[in-house]
């Protein structure tokens, strides 16, 4: 079974993990710190924090900017659909703006036909690790007032015009998810050239409690994950997750077993040095990324289309996300049935305009049905992809 996504670990990682979290105190050693800069060194941004989640951290800066009843949050028509209920906890109005059939991305016009006397703050993906045209869309809204929010949560190592992805806007925030470009079993980071933001989140976090057990409970989540694959285990899931009688409950359990730290709960020394660690190989992982990916391209049938990347854009391809001629959830039984796990539908993103009742936003309405997310991970290997390759294009 060839997985559509897998768990990025390095040579001795459990045998770390194991030593780190058997000491007495996880949280006195400077390492996040170390991270911290770390990771705002590689974006190219001043103020860095890191918390228990992207998702908290998204949260955060919505408080800051003090979002309430009466203002608008621009969002991608297909995005994460569970940042919907986070946004409206503020009072606020959700607006999706359409993307562009080829990127996937939001695009300048698209969030220009949004933009009221309302609108607050435009939320910006950089979809499955593609920077969207985010200099662009600073631009439009340079004199407004409006903040501009990256969600980077797939793109930490992106760039566009040289320039990294989470620096253009006004803050941004990743996520270390344990399928994100950087692992470290959870967590996330703010960053910002407004200090005051990282210190309104430190104040907030301050009082956060220590709790490794979170942690714990990703590790072996992971650790099961891999086994499954490995050991053929997987299969029997995966067929539920395919069959559209099942497929909202599998995908619900799935999703429930990623869940994001609780609040309260502190990011960790230990994951702070797994980070520390991970982030050292990630331009050589993300180049080896692309690197199978255009090998895919080469293989493929001309009307299948995978994502287009802007003009200077470099993803980290945290998805491979491919645009089929005809709907993707018979095609992805297909692939499963030779051996090939893929994704469909809200497995790869929602459709955030049909949600909220949006009639508009044609092009999302056209991708999502059609949109399918192939195997790409750390250490794919050539005859990997070509496997990928033969079985798709036999697959319609």
């Known amino acids: 079974m060839i997985p ?34 770390s990771v705002g060194e590689l974006v190219g941004v001043p103020h860095t924090v890191a918390i228990s989640s992207g998702r908290r951290g998204m949260a955060a800066i919505f408080e800051y900017l003090r979002l309430g009843s009466g203002d608008e949050v621009i969002i991608p028509a297909y995005t994460l659909g569970e940042l919907i209920p986070l ?17 996937l ?32 869309i600073v631009s439009l809204v340079s ?36 399928t994100k470009p950087v692992n470290t079993f959870g967590g996330g980071m703010v960053a910002t050239h407004d200090p005051g933001l990282t210190d309104f989140i430190k104040s907030r976090i301050r009082v956060d409690r220590a709790d490794l057990s979170p942690l714990k409970k990703k590790i072996r989540v992971a650790r099961m994950e891999q086994f499954m694959f490995a050991s053929g285990l997987a299969f ?4 539920l997750l395919a069959t559209p009688q099942t497929r909202t409950v599998m995908n619900r359990l799935y999703r429930s077993a990623q869940h994001a730290f609780p609040g309260a709960v502190q990011y960790s020394t230990v994951q702070a040095r797994l980070g520390l660690k991970k982030i050292q190989d990630l331009p050589d992982r993300i180049e080896a990324r692309h690197q199978r990916v255009m090998q895919l391209q080469s293989l493929l049938r001309p ?94």
């Open 105 to 136: 991305n939001v695009t300048a016009e698209t969030i220009g036909r949004r933009i009221t006397p309302r609108t607050k703050a435009i939320l910006v993906l950089h979809a499955f690790g593609a920077p969207c045209p985010i200099g662009s």
């Open 303 to 396: 009307e299948i289309r995978i994502q287009r990347l802007e003009g200077g854009a470099t993803s980290t391809w945290y998805f491979l996300v491919a645009v089929l001629p005809v709907a993707a959830a018979p095609v992805r039984k297909r692939l499963l049935m030779r051996g090939i796990d893929a994704g469909v539908g809200a497995e790869i993103a929602d459709n955030c305009a049909q949600t909220l009742g949006w009639t508009d936003c044609p092009n999302v309405d056209a991708v999502f049905p059609c949109a399918i997310a192939l195997p790409i991970f750390d250490r794919i290997s050539e005859s990997q992809i070509a496997r990928v390759a033969r079985a798709l294009n036999k697959a319609f």
């Open 87 to 103: 946004i409206q906890g503020f009072g606020a109005d959700v607006v999706p703006a359409d993307i562009d059939e080829t990127t």
């Open 4 to 37: 559509r996504r897998r768990v990025h670990t390095y040579r001795g990682e459990w045998n770390d993990l194991g030593r780190w979290l058997s000491q007495a105190s996880v949280n006195d050693d400077g390492a996040i710190d170390a991270w911290q800069r």
């Open 236 to 239: 029997p899931p995966l067929f």
């Open 143 to 178: 004199q407004s007032g409006i903040a501009v929010i990256e969600d980077c949560a797939h793109s930490l190592g992106a760039g566009v015009g040289g320039a990294m992805t989470g620096s253009f806007g006004f803050a941004s925030f990743f996520s270390f998810e344990t």
